[in-house]
């Protein structure tokens, strides 16, 4: 199973909105609404903040949303703050019963 | 608040064996597919396996397949990972999680002679 393909890197400025991309196959984002999304900061474990494409958790920032188009899942984080800067990973659902993440973005936030 | 605590990583020798445990609480563990994931030093995250809420259905990412079986123990609030045939290559951070709900801390498996 191929990793799914995100950005090795994003950046924005704060108070500026990011979109960070996750691109599959019709066999994983595209097939099904099982994808996730995961904020990981240096040394840490990661942290759930969006699931089921749409779905954020009891605690996570209004300012992280997440959608779906064909293929491509995204996740937008508007009104940036310091803290976001961090490593995010996207991961899917595939036919094959199993999860696959993606490679992982690296945002910096200026 | 939901926790997830793993245990059980250490130093072993490639060929040898380790069970990792997870201890979970504040939520209904035997109504939950739970995962171990793994993140070798300085990578990404990468998928290992998974498990139905009640056990009876596995399954495995194929670098693991046949020599590492997860568990779980529902009256003990608890899942597990059987690591047999270790290699040099499944050094990593070992995460349980669950999809909608989080991750635990980890527990570091080096495997190295």
């Known amino acids: 199973q191929s990793a799914l393909t995100q950005p090795a890197s994003v950046s924005g400025s704060p108070g500026q909105s990011i979109t960070i991309s996750c691109t599959g196959t019709?066999?994983?984002?595209?097939?099904?609404?099982?994808v996730s999304w995961h904020q990981q900061h240096p040394g840490k474990a990661p942290k759930l903040m969006i699931y089921g494409v749409t779905n954020r958790p009891s605690g996570v920032s209004n300012r992280f949303s997440g959608s779906k188009s064909g293929n491509t899942a995204s996740l937008t984080i508007s009104g940036l703050q310091a803290e976001d800067e961090a490593d995010y990973y996207c991961n899917s659902y595939t036919s094959t019963n199993a999860w696959v993440f993606g490679g992982g973005t690296k945002l910096t936030v200026l | 608040e939901v926790q997830l605590v793993e245990s059980g990583g250490g130093l072993v020798q490639p060929g040898g064996s380790l069970r990792l445990s997870c201890a979970a609480s504040?939520?209904?563990?035997?109504?939950?597919?739970m995962h171990w994931v793994r993140q070798a030093p300085g990578k990404g995250l990468v998928w290992v396996s998974r498990?139905?809420?009640?056990?009876?259905?596995?399954f495995y990412a194929d670098s693991v397949k046949g020599r590492f079986t997860i568990s779980r123990d529902n009256a003990k609030n608890t899942l597990y990972l059987q690591m047999n045939s270790l290699r040099v290559e499944d050094t990593a951070v070992y995460y349980c999680t669950s999809p909608i709900l989080g991750w635990g801390q980890g527990t570091l498996v080096t495997v190295s002679s």
């Open positions: 504040g939520f209904t563990f035997s109504s939950s597919w």
């Open positions: 498990i139905s809420s009640d056990g009876s259905i596995t």
């Open positions: 019709s066999s994983d984002v595209g097939g099904y609404n099982y």
